[in-house]
Protein backbone atom coordinates (compact mmCIF):
# COMPACT_ATOMS: atom_id res chain seq x y z
CA UNK A 1 0.00 0.00 0.00
CA UNK A 2 2.91 2.73 0.62
CA UNK A 3 5.08 0.91 -1.90
CA UNK A 4 7.65 -0.19 0.96
CA UNK A 5 7.31 -3.84 -0.16
CA UNK A 6 7.47 -6.07 -3.22
CA UNK A 7 6.42 -9.83 -3.61
CA UNK A 8 7.81 -11.65 -6.57
CA UNK A 9 7.55 -15.43 -7.78
CA UNK A 10 8.61 -17.91 -10.66
CA UNK A 11 9.92 -21.21 -11.12
CA UNK A 12 11.41 -21.89 -7.87
CA UNK A 13 7.91 -22.52 -6.33
CA UNK A 14 8.67 -20.23 -3.83
CA UNK A 15 7.03 -16.46 -3.11
CA UNK A 16 9.75 -13.72 -2.10
CA UNK A 17 8.49 -10.67 0.01
CA UNK A 18 11.19 -8.32 -0.51
CA UNK A 19 12.15 -4.91 1.59
CA UNK A 20 11.84 -2.16 -1.46
CA UNK A 21 14.45 0.26 0.26
CA UNK A 22 16.97 -2.11 1.30
CA UNK A 23 16.86 -4.78 -1.78
CA UNK A 24 16.78 -7.37 0.97
CA UNK A 25 14.41 -10.39 1.07
CA UNK A 26 12.64 -10.46 4.00
CA UNK A 27 10.91 -13.62 4.03
CA UNK A 28 10.45 -17.08 1.69
CA UNK A 29 7.18 -18.79 1.51
CA UNK A 30 7.16 -22.27 0.70
CA UNK A 31 4.73 -24.24 0.06
CA UNK A 32 3.52 -24.94 -3.76
CA UNK A 33 4.15 -27.98 -5.37
CA UNK A 34 5.22 -26.12 -8.62
CA UNK A 35 5.58 -22.59 -10.06
CA UNK A 36 3.68 -19.90 -8.91
CA UNK A 37 2.31 -18.01 -11.67
CA UNK A 38 1.11 -14.93 -10.06
CA UNK A 39 1.27 -13.02 -6.17
CA UNK A 40 -1.05 -10.03 -5.51
CA UNK A 41 -1.26 -8.11 -1.71
CA UNK A 42 -4.55 -7.51 -0.01
CA UNK A 43 -5.54 -3.45 0.04
CA UNK A 44 -3.38 -3.61 3.82
CA UNK A 45 -0.35 -5.54 2.51
CA UNK A 46 -0.76 -8.00 5.09
CA UNK A 47 -1.29 -10.85 3.22
CA UNK A 48 -0.36 -11.74 -0.32
CA UNK A 49 -2.05 -15.03 -2.33
CA UNK A 50 -0.39 -17.00 -4.89
CA UNK A 51 -1.18 -18.45 -7.39
CA UNK A 52 0.38 -22.06 -8.60
CA UNK A 53 0.65 -24.71 -11.36
CA UNK A 54 0.04 -27.06 -8.35
CA UNK A 55 -3.56 -26.00 -9.23
CA UNK A 56 -4.36 -23.94 -5.97
CA UNK A 57 -4.13 -20.49 -4.37
CA UNK A 58 -2.43 -19.77 -1.31
CA UNK A 59 -2.48 -16.89 1.46
CA UNK A 60 0.50 -15.88 3.26
CA UNK A 61 0.55 -13.95 6.50
CA UNK A 62 3.32 -10.88 5.86
CA UNK A 63 3.43 -10.25 9.29
CA UNK A 64 3.83 -13.00 10.76
CA UNK A 65 7.20 -14.89 11.25
CA UNK A 66 5.59 -18.58 9.89
CA UNK A 67 6.20 -19.46 6.20
CA UNK A 68 2.90 -21.73 6.37
CA UNK A 69 -0.04 -20.19 4.22
CA UNK A 70 -2.51 -19.11 6.20
CA UNK A 71 -5.27 -20.77 3.77
CA UNK A 72 -4.97 -23.14 1.12
CA UNK A 73 -7.99 -23.17 -1.88
CA UNK A 74 -7.10 -26.24 -4.39
CA UNK A 75 -10.76 -26.70 -5.83
CA UNK A 76 -9.30 -25.96 -9.41
CA UNK A 77 -8.84 -29.24 -12.12
CA UNK A 78 -5.49 -27.19 -13.46
CA UNK A 79 -3.17 -24.66 -13.34
CA UNK A 80 -3.77 -21.14 -11.40
CA UNK A 81 -2.34 -18.20 -13.45
CA UNK A 82 -3.91 -15.24 -11.92
CA UNK A 83 -5.48 -13.88 -9.11
CA UNK A 84 -7.51 -10.72 -8.24
CA UNK A 85 -8.38 -9.63 -4.64
CA UNK A 86 -11.20 -7.77 -3.11
CA UNK A 87 -11.66 -6.86 0.37
CA UNK A 88 -13.70 -9.86 1.44
CA UNK A 89 -13.08 -12.45 -1.75
CA UNK A 90 -10.00 -14.36 -3.59
CA UNK A 91 -10.73 -14.40 -7.43
CA UNK A 92 -8.42 -17.28 -9.25
CA UNK A 93 -8.13 -17.70 -13.35
CA UNK A 94 -7.31 -21.09 -14.07
CA UNK A 95 -6.35 -23.29 -17.44
CA UNK A 96 -9.37 -25.53 -16.49
CA UNK A 97 -11.43 -22.66 -18.11
CA UNK A 98 -13.15 -21.02 -14.73
CA UNK A 99 -12.83 -18.12 -12.81
CA UNK A 100 -13.94 -18.80 -9.12
CA UNK A 101 -14.10 -16.70 -6.54
CA UNK A 102 -13.74 -17.54 -2.40
CA UNK A 103 -16.00 -15.16 -0.53
CA UNK A 104 -13.94 -15.65 3.19
CA UNK A 105 -16.55 -14.10 5.26
CA UNK A 106 -19.11 -16.56 4.75
CA UNK A 107 -16.83 -19.33 2.98
CA UNK A 108 -19.39 -19.74 -0.34
CA UNK A 109 -17.44 -20.61 -3.55
CA UNK A 110 -19.03 -19.11 -7.09
CA UNK A 111 -17.70 -20.56 -10.65
CA UNK A 112 -17.99 -18.93 -13.53
CA UNK A 113 -16.76 -21.03 -16.99
CA UNK A 114 -15.55 -19.98 -19.84
CA UNK A 115 -15.03 -23.20 -21.68
CA UNK A 116 -11.40 -22.02 -22.38
CA UNK A 117 -8.08 -21.69 -20.99
CA UNK A 118 -8.07 -18.55 -18.82
CA UNK A 119 -4.58 -17.34 -18.10
CA UNK A 120 -5.04 -13.63 -17.29
CA UNK A 121 -7.96 -11.93 -14.81
CA UNK A 122 -8.05 -8.14 -13.67
CA UNK A 123 -11.03 -6.64 -11.73
CA UNK A 124 -12.42 -3.40 -13.66
CA UNK A 125 -11.76 -0.26 -11.75
CA UNK A 126 -15.18 -0.26 -10.35
CA UNK A 127 -15.18 -3.30 -9.23
CA UNK A 128 -18.22 -4.67 -10.74
CA UNK A 129 -16.49 -6.80 -13.66
CA UNK A 130 -13.66 -9.20 -14.37
CA UNK A 131 -11.65 -8.57 -17.18
CA UNK A 132 -10.16 -13.02 -18.34
CA UNK A 133 -7.94 -13.42 -21.30
CA UNK A 134 -7.90 -16.88 -22.93
CA UNK A 135 -6.11 -18.93 -24.80
CA UNK A 136 -8.57 -18.75 -27.89
CA UNK A 137 -7.11 -15.45 -28.63
CA UNK A 138 -9.88 -13.76 -26.83
CA UNK A 139 -10.24 -11.41 -23.86
CA UNK A 140 -14.16 -11.97 -22.16
CA UNK A 141 -15.61 -9.50 -19.65
CA UNK A 142 -17.60 -11.03 -17.05
CA UNK A 143 -20.21 -9.53 -15.25
CA UNK A 144 -19.31 -9.98 -11.05
CA UNK A 145 -22.74 -9.91 -9.71
CA UNK A 146 -24.80 -11.95 -12.36
CA UNK A 147 -22.17 -13.70 -14.25
CA UNK A 148 -23.30 -12.60 -17.39
CA UNK A 149 -20.92 -12.66 -20.48
CA UNK A 150 -21.25 -9.11 -21.35
CA UNK A 151 -18.49 -8.75 -24.33
CA UNK A 152 -15.55 -10.09 -26.24
CA UNK A 153 -12.81 -9.02 -28.03
CA UNK A 154 -10.87 -9.77 -30.71
CA UNK A 155 -7.92 -8.96 -33.18
CA UNK A 156 -5.16 -9.82 -30.94
CA UNK A 157 -2.61 -13.33 -31.04
CA UNK A 158 -2.99 -15.66 -27.65
CA UNK A 159 -2.84 -19.33 -27.94
CA UNK A 160 0.57 -20.12 -26.15
CA UNK A 161 1.88 -17.79 -23.59
CA UNK A 162 0.27 -15.74 -20.60
CA UNK A 163 -0.65 -12.65 -21.75
CA UNK A 164 -2.09 -9.53 -19.66
CA UNK A 165 -5.33 -7.62 -19.82
CA UNK A 166 -6.36 -5.11 -18.47
CA UNK A 167 -8.99 -2.00 -18.46
CA UNK A 168 -7.84 1.77 -18.59
CA UNK A 169 -7.89 4.41 -15.62
CA UNK A 170 -11.92 5.11 -16.90
CA UNK A 171 -12.60 1.46 -17.64
CA UNK A 172 -13.47 3.56 -21.31
CA UNK A 173 -10.74 0.65 -22.90
CA UNK A 174 -9.71 -2.74 -22.70
CA UNK A 175 -5.92 -3.11 -23.32
CA UNK A 176 -3.74 -6.07 -23.77
CA UNK A 177 -0.60 -7.65 -25.42
CA UNK A 178 -0.73 -10.19 -28.44
CA UNK A 179 2.01 -12.73 -29.23
CA UNK A 180 2.70 -10.70 -32.51
CA UNK A 181 4.42 -7.62 -30.01
CA UNK A 182 1.24 -5.65 -30.31
CA UNK A 183 -0.79 -3.66 -27.90
CA UNK A 184 -4.28 -3.59 -28.41
CA UNK A 185 -6.90 -1.24 -27.38
CA UNK A 186 -10.53 -2.12 -27.50
CA UNK A 187 -13.99 0.36 -26.81
CA UNK A 188 -15.32 -1.61 -23.73
CA UNK A 189 -18.98 -1.27 -24.97
CA UNK A 190 -18.91 -2.34 -28.67
CA UNK A 191 -15.45 -4.12 -28.07
CA UNK A 192 -14.14 -2.48 -31.98
CA UNK A 193 -10.17 -1.87 -31.82
CA UNK A 194 -9.83 1.51 -31.35
CA UNK A 195 -5.90 1.68 -31.76
CA UNK A 196 -3.27 -1.13 -31.79
CA UNK A 197 0.77 -0.39 -31.91
CA UNK A 198 3.95 -2.49 -32.45
CA UNK A 199 5.52 -2.10 -28.64
CA UNK A 200 7.72 -4.77 -28.75
CA UNK A 201 9.70 -7.00 -31.17
CA UNK A 202 8.29 -10.14 -29.63
CA UNK A 203 5.40 -11.44 -27.27
CA UNK A 204 3.98 -8.98 -24.99
CA UNK A 205 3.75 -10.45 -22.02
CA UNK A 206 2.60 -7.63 -19.13
CA UNK A 207 0.28 -4.58 -19.69
CA UNK A 208 -0.20 -2.60 -17.03
CA UNK A 209 -2.07 0.74 -16.44
CA UNK A 210 -1.76 4.15 -14.21
CA UNK A 211 -4.32 4.45 -11.98
CA UNK A 212 -4.47 8.51 -12.77
CA UNK A 213 -2.33 9.12 -15.81
CA UNK A 214 -2.54 8.52 -19.70
CA UNK A 215 0.35 5.83 -19.80
CA UNK A 216 1.30 2.29 -19.20
CA UNK A 217 3.54 -0.21 -18.86
CA UNK A 218 4.24 -3.13 -21.11
CA UNK A 219 6.86 -6.19 -20.75
CA UNK A 220 7.98 -8.34 -23.33
CA UNK A 221 9.77 -11.63 -23.91
CA UNK A 222 12.40 -9.88 -25.78
CA UNK A 223 13.80 -8.61 -22.29
CA UNK A 224 12.68 -5.23 -22.73
CA UNK A 225 10.02 -2.95 -20.36
CA UNK A 226 8.65 0.39 -22.32
CA UNK A 227 6.70 3.06 -20.57
CA UNK A 228 3.74 4.62 -22.89
CA UNK A 229 2.25 8.00 -23.42
CA UNK A 230 -1.77 7.11 -24.08
Known amino acids: MDNSK ?22 KFRGHDGEVNGVKFNEYSSVVVSAG ?11 SHSTEPIQIIDTFADSV ?13 SVDGTVRTFDMRIGREISDSFGQPVNCISMSNDGN ?3 AGCLDSTVRLLDRTTGELLQEYKGHTNKSYKLDCCLTNTDAHVTGGSEDGFVYFWDLVDASVVSK ?15 KDNCMITSSVDGTISVWKT
Open 53 to 63: YDQSLRAWDCR
Open 197 to 211: FKAHASVVTSVSYHP
Open 81 to 93: MSVCLTKTEIIGG
Open 129 to 131: CIL
Open 6 to 27: LCSCGGDRQVFYWDVATGRVIR
